[in-house]
Every structure is written in C-alpha cells, then in structure tokens.
C-alpha cells in the first residue's frame, strides 16, 4: 500500500511538471512570435507588383488574432475591415503597384463592411489601375465586391451564387409548451422583434412587413451597383436568381454577363501579370494585406488630431460577459470618451458604431459620455453593418451620423423577457413555498405565473424606458418626440430608409465621417489615430493565458459554427435588466 501511494505521488507530481513544462515552453512561443511580430520592417514594393487580397475568413471592424488559436492552428482568419480599406488606399496611391488581384474565397461579411471595400476598390480602379478577379465559387458577397474588377473570372465548374436575400427565425414557443416555459413578455414598439422567438410561432405582420423592405431594398442596391459595373440589367439579375442559373452550369455566368471567362487559377494570375507587365514564365509578383500595411503610411501627420474610437459587439457589462463574447460595449467605452474630453490635441473624434444594441442602463451611461463630450468638441458618428436599438441609442447624441446604404439601423424601442418555470417544476416534481416581507419582495421569482400588478409593473418600466429612448433621440435630431415615434416602433431601417426617414445625415464610409468631423473642427493639420486599437501581441497572449482559457478551450474543441451558437446563448443568458437591442440572429 506504502508503495502505491508512493507511485501515485510521484505520477502526479510528474504531471504538474509536465504541465508546467507545457505551459513555460508555450510561453517562450509566444513571446519568440510576439518578438518578431514587433520587429517588421518597412515594406518597398519592387515595380509593377500586384496587391493579392485574399477574400477568405471572416471580415470584422478591427481584427484580432488569438495567440492561441494561432498556437494550435485552429484560428479563423480575420480580416479587419479598416486594414482592408488602408491596404487597397497604400495600394492605389504606390506607383509601383499595378493592380489587385482578388482571390475570391468563402468570406463571412456583413453588408455595409462589403459596401465600404467595395466603394474603395472603385477608387482604386478610377486611379487608372486594373482589378482582376478570380473564383472557384462566387458567394454574394464576393461576387459583389468581384463586380467591380476589369476582368472577372469563374473556375469552368464553377458557380456565382446569386440566389437573393433570405432571413430566417427561430422560434421556441413549442419547446417551451414542452417543457413547461411559459415567457413573460414586455415590449415597447411593434416592430421590436427580438421577443417574437418567445411568444409567437411565426413572424408577425409587422416583422414580415420590416424584414421585406430591408431585405428588398439591400437587394436592389446590390443589384442596381452589379447590373452598372457588369453592365447588365437588374431584370437579367432577377432572371437569373429566380431562375436558379446559380445551380446550374458555369456557362450561365458567361451568358448573364456576370463573368468574363471561364479558366483556372493560373489562367487568371497569368492575365494579371500580363496587365501589370510581369512576364508569364515567372511567379506572380504579388503583395498581400499585412505587406502593405507596413509600407510607409501615406496619412497626414499633423499635430492636430481627429481620434477614431470603435464600439463594437453587444452592449454588455464586462462583469457579465465572464469572457465568452470577444467584442464587447462595455464601461471601457466610457472612460475613452471622457479621457478625449481633455485632450486638447483632439480637435473632434468619430465614434465608430457597429452594434445590434443591448443593456438599456448601460447605453445611457454611454450616451451621457457622448453627449458631453460633443458639449465639448464635435462628434460625427460612422455606422457599420449594425448600429441599431441600443446602437442606435449611443448614436443619436452626435453632431452628425454617417451610415452605408446597407447598415442596419433604428430599432428604436426596448423590450424584457422573464421565464415562468411553474410548468417545468410541476413536470418533474418540485415545489416551492416562498416567505417574505413585502408584496414585491419575490418578484421575478421563476417557480410561480407572475400577478398581474407585477406584469404591470414592469411594463410601465419598459415604457418609461422607451419615453427615454425617444426624448434622447429627439433632442439629438432637433426634432419632436412624435417625430421620432413615427420612425421609431422598433423598426429596423437600412441606412438608405433612415436618410430618408431622418435617423442619418449623410451616406458614406468611415473616411466620410472623418472627413465631416475635420469639416467640423475647421482649418488644421490633421492627423487619425485609434483610441481602442487592439492590443499588441504579447498584451493579448498574457490576457488569454490569464483571463480567457475556458474560451480559448472552447474554440479548441468546437468548430466556428458550434462556437457562435455557443456565443449565441452565453450572450442570451447574460442579459440583465430591460434591453434595446436587435434579435440575436437576424440575417
């Protein structure tokens, strides 16, 4: 027996060893990739180079690589939105790039992100250079930005995947009759959908009537842009997705003018080196992304600054998000603002918004910090794929807002959800017995229907809400509350219906804004930075080794679909209080 134990000390104290080892070992890597990752040289591009820009991934605002994930090879490639844009305007403004080669791949995009790459490649292409595009397979969203190329070419097996725009819900009334959920529901604006998967079985009219009008008018866009790039008509395009020519031959492609050719990689790289003066016999002398970033900037440098501060993910407080989600809106956002409040240096700042919404009390406190701040210098506001609801509710204090055709935005209205258990302790055989002191001691109390004066109560704190929502709105777009009302309901608009409506000023990228927040500092020399860039490799490294392991565990045992539906319902489960924000899924 003496000597089991002995053994078994031993294999364990081997095993603290090992693990130790691992980790010290894992360290010295990251720290030896962090080490060289700092010490990136200057990028000089040699005559006549071509920029490959890989559309392959997942395309976020500000990308963020996992040392982790990177570590055990099991990272989606991220690219950032702003860096493809930076990329493609180094890119145009060097003399010794030629060209951009698009190698078209499955990439996960939100609308306005491929509306701002697109508007830039057509810059690019207006600067006298060439765009070649090749695909073995076309998404929509990759044949969108393909569209714009001078020659465009399809694998002869190949597809160009427009089949249209399609949304679908999810809805768990049934489960819940199953297992004895009831849902009480409170909401403020008819159109506020994020509660119908609780209380319905299908949309309601109101929702089919918002999703028809953003889907179709997102769907013209696209097409009314491809039918002037490709030169063909919006009915062809119709007559091709409805027809589902997607499915069929690659031959269709050539005969509804949506590709130029019909080849192979090679072919295309080859056509590529042709236009940029490289000869045939050699390899394609090509730059990717990360390269021309580190090229000399072509960026003013004054010394009066316009600072960019992102805001991207669900509104959440960090105390409870407990690391699952990686972007987040949380009280950091807070003291960025107010610290730009005594930087002197800082003429104006846009507040970049690319979120669906969330926790009501925290949107306030952000608006509060937005408001004061523009009491003290301008703020302009850029709108992403999504700034709606809770987003909605950080924009509308800015001097000016700025959004894509096809961002997301409105959604103003709030909404609460609270489970009923009853049904699911009856089936299984709990019971419960309650004590208390005063007649709303218990309230929220899942184990029993909730009364009706607490139903009462609590709709009346939503709609205080919603009053202060709309107040909020009104005073920031100089207009009256029932204004605002008339546009609000929870109604998700595109950018294009809310210029219309009066929730935006102005159409246009970030560089709009930028451009609207210098028009509104006036006359100096100016120069961008980010307030809340990513952090630097080894910060990251350290902060996931700490902080993160239970999420960087779960990326290493879960592919990204099964992770985002993780994602999906840690964010659903912390959601505390009453909430302004857009469904989870939406699109």
């Avoid at 725009?165 to 403020?188: C, M, N, P, R, V």
């Avoid at 039918?227 to 091709?240: E, F, M, S």
């Avoid at 009104?474 to 998700?492: H, M, P, Y």
């Amino acid at each position: 027996m003496k000597r089991f134990f002995l053994t078994l000390l031993a294999s364990t104290l081997g095993v603290f060893i090992a693990a130790g080892l691992l980790l010290f070992i894992g360290i010295g890597m990251l720290m030896s990739i962090a080490m060289s990752s700092t010490k990136q040289t200057v990028y000089e591009p040699k005559a006549n180079t071509i920029y490959k820009l890989d559309l392959q991934g997942s395309l976020v605002e500000q990308a963020q690589d996992n040392p982790l994930e990177l570590l055990f090879g099991n990272a989606e490639k991220q690219l950032g939105v702003s860096d493809v844009i930076k990329a493609i305007r180094n890119a145009r403004m060097n003399p010794n790039i030629s060209g951009i080669y698009l190698d078209a791949g499955n990439l996960s995009a939100g609308f306005a992100s491929l509306e701002s790459i697109r508007e830039e490649l057509k810059a690019f292409k207006a600067a006298d250079k060439f765009i070649v595009a090749y695909a073995d397979n076309y998404t929509q969203g990759t044949y969108y930005l393909a569209s714009v190329a001078d020659s465009l070419f399809l694998n002869p097996q190949g597809t160009v995947g427009l089949t249209g725009l399609a949304s679908q819900g999810l809805f768990f009334t049934g489960l819940g009759d199953k297992l004895g959920i009831h849902y009480e529901i409170f909401k403020a604006g008819k159109y506020k959908s994020a509660v119908e998967p609780y209380m319905l079985d299908k949309f309601s009219a109101e929702n089919r009537e918002q999703l028809t009008s953003l889907l179709n008018d997102i769907w013209y866009h696209w097409l009314e842009n491809i039918a002037k790039d490709r030169n063909t008509t919006t009915g062809d395009l119709n007559r091709y997705a409805n027809e589902g020519r997607a499915l069929g031959e690659a031959q269709n492609a050539l005969q509804f003018r949506l590709a130029d050719r019909l080849c192979y990689c090679f072919e295309a790289e080859n056509c590529a080196k042709r236009m940029a003066g490289q000869p045939d016999a050699e390899e394609m002398r090509c730059a990717s992304t990360s390269k021309l970033l580190s090229m000399n900037t072509y960026d003013s440098t004054g010394p009066d600054k316009i600072a960019v501060v992102y805001a991207e993910g669900t509104i959440m407080s960090d105390a409870n998000n407990e690391g699952y989600l990686e972007t987040l809106v949380s009280e950091d956002i807070i003291s960025d603002l107010r610290n730009l409040m005594k930087k002197d240096e800082v003429k104006a700042v846009v507040l970049r918004i690319n979120s669906p919404g969330g926790d009501a009390y925290l949107a306030e406190q952000i608006w509060k910090a937005v408001a004061d701040l523009k009491a003290v210098k301008p703020v302009v506001v850029s709108m992403g794929d999504y700034a709606a609801s809770g987003g909605y509710y950080i924009a509308c204090a800015a001097n000016k807002i700025v959004a894509e055709p096809t961002t997301l935005t409105g959604s103003i209205g709030v909404f609460g959800v609270m489970p009923n258990l009853a049904g699911t302790f009856q089936k299984i055989g709990i019971t419960s017995d309650m004590v208390k002191t005063n007649a709303f001691a218990d309230l929220g109390d899942l184990s029993r229907p909730m009364l009706p004066d607490e139903r009462l109560l609590i709709q009346r704190s939503v709609e205080r809400t919603y009053d202060l929502f709309l107040s909020r709105c009104a005073e920031g777009r100089g207009k009256s509350k029932a204004d605002i009302n008339a546009v609000a309901q929870g109604r998700v608009w595109t950018g294009s219906q809310a210029l219309e409506v009066g929730l935006v000023d102005r159409l246009g990228s970030m560089q709009t804004a930028i451009d609207e927040a210098m028009s509104l500092a006036g006359p100096g020399d100016y120069s961008v930075y980010t307030v809340n860039a990513p952090k630097d490799f080894w910060t990251e490294s350290m902060e996931l080794l700490m902080d993160d392991a239970q999420l960087s565990l779960s990326r290493l045992l879960m592919d990204d679909e099964t992770l985002r539906l993780y994602q999906a319902v840690h964010e659903a489960r912390s959601l505390r209080g009453i909430q302004a924000r857009m469904p989870f899924w939406y699109f």
